[in-house]
C-alpha cells in the first residue's frame, strides 16, 4: 500500500465549475498536510497547508482534513482554465521528511 | 527577494560520472531538504539539513550524498551516474524544521539527464 494515494487522472471539469481533489494517507501520526500545485516542467508550488481537522478556506481554495478517515482534499471553486496543472498532496513522515503522492492532473476547459 | 536558486538547471552526464548540484536556500532560511522527481511520479525525499547538520536521509543508496555549508547553501552530490538516475531534483527551503515552524518552497529544479 502506497503512503499517500491520489488518483492520477486527468480530472476534466469546466471553467468555472468546482474542482474536486481527493488523497488518503496511510500513517495514522502524520499531523501536516499540504496540497502543492505544479505546471508542466516546472517545480511545486504551495497551495495549501493544514493541521487540524476540518475545512481551511484561502480565496478560491479550500482543503478539507479527516484523521480519522486519513482523507485530504482539495476544493477549487470557481476553476479557471491557468488552474490546469497536476496536484500534489504531501504529507509528513518521520525526520520530517515530505511524502508525496504522485499527483492528480487537472485540466479545467473553456 | 529572491527565491530558492538552484544551478545548473539542466545537465547531462554520461553513466559512471559524478555530479554536484547547488542551491541557495531563501534568506533567513536555514533548513534546506532535497527531493528527487521522476517524470510521472511525485517527489521522493532525499536528504534534510538543518543548521548545517543531516537531520534526514531517505532511502536512497550510498552514491547520494549532501551538505550544507555555514551560509546555509547546500551542495547533492551523485557518484557513479545511473540511468535511472535521470530526473528532477529539487531543493526545497524553510525557516526552521520545515513540518513544525514553515513549509518547505521549492526551487526551480535541476533537471538532470544521464546517457
Known amino acids: 500500500q502506497k503512503e499517500v494515494e491520489q488518483n492520477s487522472g486527468p480530472l476534466s471539469v469546466p471553467e468555472g465549475a468546482i474542482a474536486s481533489l481527493n488523497c488518503t494517507y496511510s500513517?495514522?501520526?502524520?499531523?501536516?498536510f499540504f496540497w502543492y500545485r505544479q505546471y508542466s516542467g516546472k517545480s511545486p508550488e504551495l497551495i495549501m497547508s493544514?493541521?487540524?481537522?476540518g475545512d481551511k478556506e484561502d480565496g478560491r481554495f479550500t482543503a478539507q482534513l479527516n484523521k480519522a478517515s486519513q482523507y485530504v482534499s482539495l476544493l477549487i471553486r470557481d476553476s479557471q482554465p491557468s488552474d490546469s496543472a497536476t496536484y500534489l498532496c504531501?504529507?509528513?513522515?518521520?525526520?520530517?521528511?515530505?511524502?508525496f503522492g504522485t499527483g492528480t492532473r487537472l485540466q479545467v476547459f473553456p | 527577494d529572491a527565491g530558492v536558486t538552484q544551478s545548473p538547471t539542466h545537465l547531462i552526464k554520461t553513466r559512471g560520472q559524478h555530479v554536484t548540484l547547488r542551491c541557495s536556500p531563501i534568506?533567513?532560511?536555514?533548513?534546506v531538504s532535497w527531493y528527487q522527481q521522476v517524470l510521472g511520479q511525485g517527489p521522493q525525499f532525499i536528504f534534510q539539513?538543518?543548521?548545517?547538520?543531516?537531520?534526514g536521509r531517505g532511502n536512497f543508496p550510498d552514491r547520494f550524498s549532501a551538505r550544507q555549508f555555514p551560509n546555509y547553501s547546500s551542495e547533492l552530490n551523485v557518484n557513479a551516474l545511473l540511468l535511472g538516475d535521470s530526473a528532477l531534483y529539487l531543493c526545497a527551503s524553510s525557516f526552521g524544521r520545515p513540518l513544525q515552524d514553515s513549509p518547505l518552497h521549492f526551487g526551480n529544479g535541476t533537471r538532470l539527464t544521464v546517457t
Open positions: 493544514i493541521y487540524s481537522n
Open positions: 534568506s533567513g532560511h536555514k533548513s
Open positions: 504531501a504529507v509528513n513522515g518521520d525526520t520530517d521528511k515530505l511524502i
Open positions: 539539513y538543518y543548521e548545517k547538520e543531516e537531520r
Open positions: 500513517d495514522r501520526v502524520s499531523q501536516s
